[in-house]
């Protein structure tokens, strides 16, 4: 059974680098069929899509965010990070992991989401 | 900042039909990009609920359909029942962020 668990801090300081890494269990992250996205929820907001990865590396990033984010994959350890720099309040939001089918661009799997609040 | 536009929120009795709308333009659904439907209980994460306009996931009841028209789609809900309470999301696929796009996202209340 697919699963996807998100894992990293649940504070950075304004100004800082968000770090979160979405490690996969029950499946490989190395198929052809998906890609691995980030997608976020700020508080009482809706849905926003920040990138996507294929297993070989290839990225796609939400224009609005992609001079801040860079997303990677580790296959070795079936997992996939995000980076978001130059954080500010804006930021805060519920970082949720996803597996996309590449035939249809959906988000198939969701992790439970992490919570990550930015202040000093 | 492209996004899918939906009605903030809809209502109904149990055992009632609700729909929800959600309209994109030339750049996403209008271009013929599939749209998908997502369900969020408060709390949880998504949960995909239509996929490919109008196909279900299994363990999905029957309750739930969609449909698509030019750049709008619906998700309709048949038999509203108490636990349908949640945030209903749409979404596509837009040319002009090369990547994915929500709706702006539907409460729905069962009265």
């Known amino acids: 059974q697919l699963q996807l668990q998100e894992s990293g801090p649940g504070l950075v300081k304004p100004s800082e680098t968000l770090s979160l890494t979405c490690t996969v269990s029950g499946a490989s992250i190395s198929t052809s069929s998906y890609y691995w996205g980030w997608i976020r929820q700020p508080p009482e907001k809706g849905l926003e899509w920040i990138g996507n990865i294929y297993y070989r590396g290839t990225t796609s990033y939400n224009p609005s965010l992609k001079s801040r984010v860079t997303i990677s994959v580790d296959t070795s350890k079936n997992q996939f990070s995000l980076k978001l720099n130059s954080v500010t309040a804006a930021d805060t939001a519920v970082y949720f992991c996803?597996?996309?089918?590449?035939?249809?661009?959906?988000?198939?799997?969701w992790g439970q989401g992490t919570m990550v609040t930015v202040s000093s | 900042q492209s996004v899918l536009t939906q009605p903030p929120s809809v209502s109904g009795a149990p055992g009632q039909r609700v729909t929800i709308s959600c309209t994109g333009n030339r750049s996403n659904i209008g271009v013929g990009y599939d749209v998908h439907w997502y369900q969020q209980l408060p709390g949880t994460a998504p949960k995909l609920l239509i996929y490919?306009?109008?196909n279900r996931p299994s363990g999905v009841p029957d309750r739930f359909s969609g449909s698509k028209s030019g750049a709008s789609a619906s998700l309709a809900i048949t038999g509203l029942q108490a636990e349908d309470e949640a945030d209903y999301y749409c979404?596509?696929?837009?040319?002009?962020?090369?990547?994915?796009?929500f709706g702006t996202g539907t409460k729905v209340t069962v009265l």
């Open positions: 996803s597996r996309l089918r590449r035939d249809y661009h959906f988000f198939e799997i």
């Open positions: 490919g306009n109008t």
């Open positions: 979404q596509s696929y837009d040319t002009s962020l090369t990547g994915s796009v």
